[in-house]
């Protein structure tokens, strides 16, 4: 069985991360989505809170499961047998940080590999970070986020 492992902080889960989820669904027999923690990045929502949005978007993907990590992402993937860690990018600007990832995860992890894909067109300059900006001054993000991210936004932000 092939088990593949889509990393991200998904604060929040946007449509562009459900499209990259859509294909490796296809691709593999099973996708773990590897919720980091990683609190340096100072989350908008926590660990489960994220993790309960994107539990809600991902029911019409059988094969696709989510869970929380912290520490190394090659840890984590070697510890659910993953082969594969997929990657989204949007634009050339993501390449070089991926790239670089991508190499210190094959030195670390040798049998696991990483493919990089591109993100559908129209979700190329969506990220989460600008949803949160956005949505802060009180801009509808319908388009680039499901609705129920939609609502926790609107909570969150009051």
Do not use: W
């Not at 926590?46 to 991902?58: C, D, Y």
């Not at 659910?80 to 634009?91: D, K, T």
């Not at 600007?93 to 190499?103: T, V």
């Not at 591109?118 to 949803?131: A, I, P, Q, R």
Request: hydrophobic residues 45%.
């Amino acid at each position: 069985m092939k088990v593949c492992i889509y990393p991200g902080t998904f604060d929040p889960i946007t449509h562009g991360h459900l499209d990259v989820l859509e294909r490796a669904c296809r691709l593999f027999d099973s996708v773990i989505i590897a919720i980091a923690e990683n609190r340096d990045k100072k989350p908008f929502f926590t660990a489960e809170e994220r993790l309960n949005l994107v539990n809600q978007n991902i029911e019409q993907f059988p094969n696709a499961s989510a869970m929380v990590f912290s520490g190394l992402l090659i840890d984590f993937a070697k510890a659910q047998n993953a082969s594969v860690i997929i990657r989204g990018l949007r634009a050339v600007s993501d390449f070089e940080f991926e790239f670089q990832m991508a190499n210190m995860n094959r030195h670390l992890g040798p049998g696991i590999e990483t493919i990089l894909v591109m993100t559908k067109e129209g979700y190329n300059y969506t990220s989460s970070s600008l949803v949160k900006q956005v949505a802060e001054y009180g801009a509808d993000v319908s388009e680039f986020v499901p609705s129920n991210v939609v609502k926790a936004l609107k909570a969150k932000l009051g």
